[in-house]
């Protein structure tokens, strides 16, 4: 939840009308006092009441200056969609926010690294240390400057507001993807900013066919997948459909981490509950597809994902609990391949070839 709640603050509604009366006048001050008085009501506010903030409190995020409080009150409106507020009518300007930060964190760092020749490595995302001599090194305007100092240290801060929407709307996260996803990775691989969340929310495959061959017995299968969060998640359906299904040997994942990977409803804090690797996961050229990562770190071939089952190296185990708490898995096993087609397929992969099933 991105805020806690709070007793005695002053009604939402009345809160977020001054709000915008104090934006549209351009009256700073105004605009301040009803900021924090809207900050203050969104913790004792009721459920419906926020619903409707959420959109006129996403509306604003454009008129508030890039060198203002815009995450917080992005934070505000995601506040919002957490208690039921549509995350599309809330979107465009959360990531619109987003997208600016990071282009904005992404030119800091450039100027940063060719100030003087210097060859020291990039600061902390840390608002504290911005000062005078921070802000020069950046070079242009101050005011330039700051802006880009702040996305810089505070882009982080858009990632509750952003997952908020992606966690709720698979639509959101399919419009929105291919703008942000690229920006989101090339700053996180500075490693200066922990973005995993934000990267991952926006990866997430919905409603997507996958083409996965058994090595050990020859055989194939087309399975479309959704909403899965991680590859471990992804791991245990698959040994579902595919092991539970008795399509391939091996042991089936239990009934509580499918559960646990499955359920509509949000998961409410950690379990126990251990999940244990029934394969090993390899690219078609066979290099390995760590559990760790994604759906979407599976190779196109032909215009489909294609992944290869082999046999466990070792015996892996982790805990069962998905990645995104909100974001149910499937895994549907649409057709077994025929015989031809497993072999037209192992083809492409660099075994060449699958071991044929024993009659």
Known sequence: MIFKRKQGAAGLDAAVSELEQGVAARD??????????????????????RVLAGPRLAALIPAFPPTGPRPLLAMAAGFCVESGADPAACADPIFSGVRQDLVDAMEFARRWTAADGAEDELPEPDKEIVDDAFLARLGGDEYE???????????????????????????????????????????????????????Y??????DEPLVVLHRPTGTGFEVRIGGIGDNFQLHTLLAHVLVGGGHVPGTAPSAESVRLATEPGPARGRSEIVATG?????????????????????????GRRLL???????????????????????????????ADDA??????TSSGAGTSRTS
């Open 28 to 49: 700073g001050a105004r605009t301040e006092r009803a900021f924090t008085a809207t900050i203050n009501a969104l913790q004792t506010a009721k459920d419906d009441e």
């Open 145 to 199: 400057a700051t802006r880009l100092a702040l996305a810089w240290c505070s882009v982080e801060e858009w990632q509750p507001p952003a997952l908020a929407v992606l966690c709720r709307s698979a639509e959101m996260r399919r419009r929105y993807a291919s703008v942000i996803l690229p920006a989101c990775r090339e700053l996180a691989a500075l490693e200066r900013h922990d973005l995993k969340c934000l990267a």
């Open 201 to 206: 929310a926006l990866a997430v495959l919905d």
């Open 278 to 302: 029934a394969f090993e996961l390899l690219a078609p050229d066979g290099e390995r597809i760590w559990n760790e990562g994604l759906p979407d770190d599976i190779p196109v071939v032909e």
């Open 308 to 338: 290869v089952l082999d046999e466990p190296v070792y015996q892996r185990t982790w805990n069962a609990d998905r990645f995104f708490p909100l974001l149910p898995g499937r895994a549907e096993l649409t057709r077994v391949l025929s």
């Open 343 to 348: 072999r037209t397929w192992f083809a492409r």
